[in-house]
């Protein structure tokens, strides 16, 4: 059984590199480069958590929270906001908003799993590369 994994992000190595890491993992990764195509994906696929960058070219990463939140199908889905800028007060402000989690780009394998095991039901495994 496999995990759904979205992951938005408009920085194409970001993906690239994601997709690196999670190859011959338990999680099936599903990607979008803006956040209104984000939270499309979600509405059509109802992946089991969401990884969004919050500095997007269309909308934030807590405004793809936020719409994921209004809309009953996936207002459970788990949210995790990732970034390379570090910024306090960012943070403080997507907890607020209610995010699920918090990671600083660039983010490793353990730190990944560390951040996802909480939020999914069943254990996930990511190889060494």
């Known amino acids: 059984m496999a ?3 979205l992951y938005i992000d408009d920085n194409a190595l ?4 994601f997709d690196t890491l999670l190859a011959g993992s338990n999680i099936e990764l599903l990607v979008a480069s803006n956040g209104l195509d984000g939270v499309n994906a979600a509405f059509a696929h109802l992946p089991d958590v ?3 960058d919050i500095r997007l070219p269309d909308i ?4 793809v929270m ?3 939140r209004e809309n009953p199908q996936t207002a459970h889905i788990p949210v995790v906001m990732i970034t ?3 910024s306090q007060r960012t943070r ?3 907890e607020r908003m209610g995010c699920s989690g918090y990671l600083t780009k660039p983010v490793n394998t353990s730190t990944l799993l560390g951040a996802l095991q909480p939020l999914v039901s069943i254990p996930l495994y990511i190889p060494e590369n």
């Open 66 to 68: 936020m719409r994921l």
């Open 92 to 94: 403080h402000y997507a």
């Open 14 to 17: 970001m993906l690239r590199g």
């Open 3 to 5: 995990v759904k994994l």
């Open 60 to 63: 934030d990463g807590v405004e």
């Open 84 to 86: 390379g800028y570090i």
């Open 50 to 52: 969401v990884l969004t």
